[in-house]
Each structure stands twice: as structure tokens, then as C-alpha cells.
């Protein structure tokens, strides 16, 4: 998974366009000073963390909505096993 470009600048959604193949790119990371976008397709960018802190509570929702889904599908994963 290699960074499609070194920064850019966040939509108000928190989101923005993937350069390498147009899709969306949602926040899956952050730390004190970077946020971590990716598409789809598994593209990523490390940019600034916004000062904005409007920005960065919906930075956060979409790192819980990720967290979410993966629970999810690991919890599927486990179900299907047990049928087995």
C-alpha cells in the first residue's frame, strides 16, 4: 500500500479524491499531527492533521465507522467458522 502523493488538502467532509483512480479517500488513521486518507482500492495518503476542529471530529467519525465495519466483518468471519 503506497501513498498516492505526499499531501493534500481535505474536503469539508473530511474526505478527498483519490489522484490514481478517482474513487474517495476516508480518514483510517491519525496521530497528533498526521491523518491517514484511503480509497477503496487500498490508495493512500499521510496529510496534516487540520486545525479545524470541526474537521477533525468528523476525521474521528470516519476512523469509527472503519473500526465498526471491520468488527462486523471479523464477526461474520467467526460465525461462518463455526458453521463449518
Do not use: F, Y
Not at 476516508?26 to 490508495?43: G, I, K, L
Amino acid at each position: 500500500m503506497r501513498p498516492c502523493e505526499d499531501a493534500v488538502t481535505l474536503r469539508p467532509d473530511a474526505t478527498v479524491e483519490c489522484v490514481e483512480c478517482g474513487l474517495p479517500m476516508t480518514p483510517v488513521a491519525e496521530s497528533a499531527e498526521t491523518v491517514t486518507v484511503e480509497c477503496a482500492n487500498r490508495h493512500r495518503v499521510v496529510t496534516a492533521l487540520p486545525d479545524d476542529r470541526a474537521t477533525r471530529a468528523l476525521i474521528d467519525n470516519w476512523i469509527a465507522k472503519k473500526g465498526a465495519q471491520l468488527h462486523v466483518q471479523h464477526e461474520r468471519w467467526e460465525r461462518e467458522e463455526d458453521e463449518e
